[in-house]
């Protein structure tokens, strides 16, 4: 019997949640440019602004996911990933020509476009993912978005480690896996990821933290792998060949669940038949005709209530915790709030990704790879533990999701202040403090949209608030750090243009510092304005645990009576 469980199994459940996770670690190619951008700029002979101009237009991709939001309520899974696997080989395919010169250097405006396309593939790839997934796993939203969001963190560092471990850090070799490998793996996503119904009872929503928790572990273990690699300084070949076989080995091992998941159904179908169809047969009377008339009385008062709740939603404007439309969403104040805060946040944060390997040039470290891998791993870290810090805090108090935010934004203001010092090893530190920080501000926002504006339009609201990337890389990388970096530059023969020293980011630093602080003000009056719709989570989720407590001791009660009744 071949292994090919229904996508609504649990083996199948499981399969697509796997397949979805592979999917997130090779989704992050927006983030390596720095892995690359020297080679273009070399090769291009462009000025700091012209190769910061040419990573806005690989962000402005992601303004384009707005069409993936959209397309995520009317086309199913594996189309979207379709889409977003053949624009990322096109892309990053034309790139790949250009760095290793087998064609000559396209203009300037058309290696704008293939950089776009690029970028804008992974808003299909991560819309598939993340829409199909919350909706998947409804209770259990913060996790699956930490571990999502984790893997894509981690993405950069698996594609850079990896290169760099196999080729030396070539970069043209490193464009032609961003080719390749996102492409091969969403054909396998779209064989087995399908959007099904979400878990319906308290042991159902057991199982599904009990998983998750084994492939947070398998994260965790993924990002200490990396993260020891990373500081182990030089390597052999072969060394760095066993390395590489181990992290695949780590990446493939989630799929023990839906194998071991398979193997339970294959066990329980092929010798548990007999005993459904005994307990089937065993049944009193007297209380299934009590069990009719309990399901039937509780049927008419649940349709009593969703008639007078679809009556008033006739009546009114969805409050906050209720499904929005797109128009009702953008109405909303909180709406704005979130979609700043989540400015001053993302976009600070990915101007320092995008610049790494000039400020690290600028500081004069030879390689940067290693503080691309920092700020890739620590910012897993970050992703992956906010979202069971956050959904713990809500189970257990109804603690505000938005206030994780805020905590991220002052700590991030503190690692710009330090890289803005340019103190011995403050580019570590600064590159870990805003790794983290960075993923706290997209793992958080992530489920927070979903339980503010509901599931209805999620697909297009995280669209939306993902035009953060393409307008703070425009703000914050594309203007201010390379009009401040060229100022302080010097031209070079080439006719390029470069700059040595703390000044050529200082100033750079104390503005996103700046940003964040007054982000960290609008996450605090998110957290106030919010406060009332997590309290009513935490007492919806504690009254259902309640009532499932009471449901088994009752279940237990039934049991024992149809006992004694067959037993005489």
Not at 268 to 283: D, H, M, P, W, Y
Not at 321 to 337: M, N, P
Not at 395 to 400: C, D, L, N, Y
Request: glycine letters at 10%; one cysteine or more.
């Amino acid at each position: 019997m071949g292994f090919s469980p229904s996508p609504t199994s649990p083996a199948g459940k499981w399969l697509g949640f796997v397949t979805a996770v592979w999917v997130q670690s090779i989704s992050g190619n927006n983030y390596t440019f720095s892995n690359y951008s020297d080679a273009l700029k070399s090769l291009m002979a462009l000025t700091q602004f012209q190769l910061n101009n040419l990573s806005v237009a690989k962000d402005i991709g992601k303004a384009f996911g707005i069409l993936a939001g959209m397309a995520s309520d009317r086309l199913p899974t594996s189309i979207i990933l379709l889409i977003g696997c053949i624009e990322g080989f096109i892309g990053y395919g034309v790139q790949w020509l250009v760095v290793s010169r087998r064609i000559q250097p396209l203009p300037y405006w058309a290696m704008c476009i293939f950089l776009c396309m690029g970028g804008n593939s992974s808003t299909w790839m991560n819309t598939a993912i993340l829409v199909t997934c919350m909706r998947n796993f409804r209770k259990n939203r913060g996790p699956v978005s930490g571990i999502m969001k984790g893997f894509v963190g981690l993405s950069t560092a698996i594609f850079t480690d990896i290169c760099s471990a196999l080729f030396s850090n070539d970069p043209a070799t490193f464009l032609l896996m961003l080719m390749i490998v996102p492409f091969v793996v969403c054909l396998t996503a779209i064989a087995f990821l399908r959007e099904i119904p979400p878990s319906s009872s308290p042991a159902e929503e057991k199982e599904e933290s009990k998983y998750l928790g084994i492939i947070n572990i398998i994260a965790v273990t993924v990002a200490v792998y990396l993260l020891a690699f990373d500081v182990s300084g030089i390597h052999g070949r072969f060394f760095s060949q066993i390395f590489a076989v181990l992290l695949l080995v780590l990446l493939v091992s989630p799929l023990v669940i839906p194998v071991n998941l398979f193997l339970n159904d294959f066990v329980s179908s092929a010798g548990g038949g007999s005993k459904s169809l005994l307990e089937n047969v065993i049944r009193e009377p007297l209380l299934v005709e009590e069990e009719k008339k309990a399901e039937e009385a509780v049927g008419v008062v649940v349709k009593a209530v969703e008639k007078e709740m679809e009556n008033e939603k006739e009546k009114k404007a969805p409050v906050i915790g209720e499904d929005h439309t797109i128009c009702e969403a953008v109405k909303s104040l909180d709406f704005w709030i979130l979609f700043v805060s989540f400015l001053c946040g993302v976009g600070t944060g990915l101007a320092v990704m995008n610049n790494m390997g000039q400020i690290g040039l600028a500081l004069g470290y030879v390689d940067v790879s290693i503080f691309v891998s920092l700020t890739s791993i620590s910012g897993f870290f970050g992703r992956i533990l906010s979202g069971w810090v956050s959904e713990y805090f809500i189970r257990r108090a109804g603690t505000p999701r938005p206030i994780w935010n805020a905590a991220s934004q002052i700590l991030m203001a503190v690692g710009y202040i330090l890289m803005a010092m340019a103190l011995s090893s403050s580019l570590y530190i600064g590159s870990i403090v805003v790794g983290i920080c960075y993923g706290v501000r997209l793992a958080v926002t992530v489920p927070t949209a979903s339980e503010l504006f509901g599931l209805k339009c999620y697909g297009l609201v995280y669209n939306i608030l993902i035009l953060n990337l393409p307008l703070g890389s425009f703000l914050f990388s594309g203007l201010l750090s390379g009009f401040l970096y060229d100022s302080q530059a010097t031209r070079t023969a080439g006719g390029g243009n470069t700059c040595i020293g703390a000044d050529c980011y200082r100033l750079v630093f104390f503005v996103m510092a700046i940003a964040c602080i007054i982000g960290f003000g609008l996450d605090v009056l998110l957290a106030i304005r919010t406060k009332s719709l997590y309290s009513k989570i935490y007492a919806s989720r504690k009254s259902k645990k309640s009532a499932s407590t009471s449901n088994a001791q009752y279940g237990v009660l039934l049991f024992r009576v149809n006992g004694r009744i067959l037993l005489k």
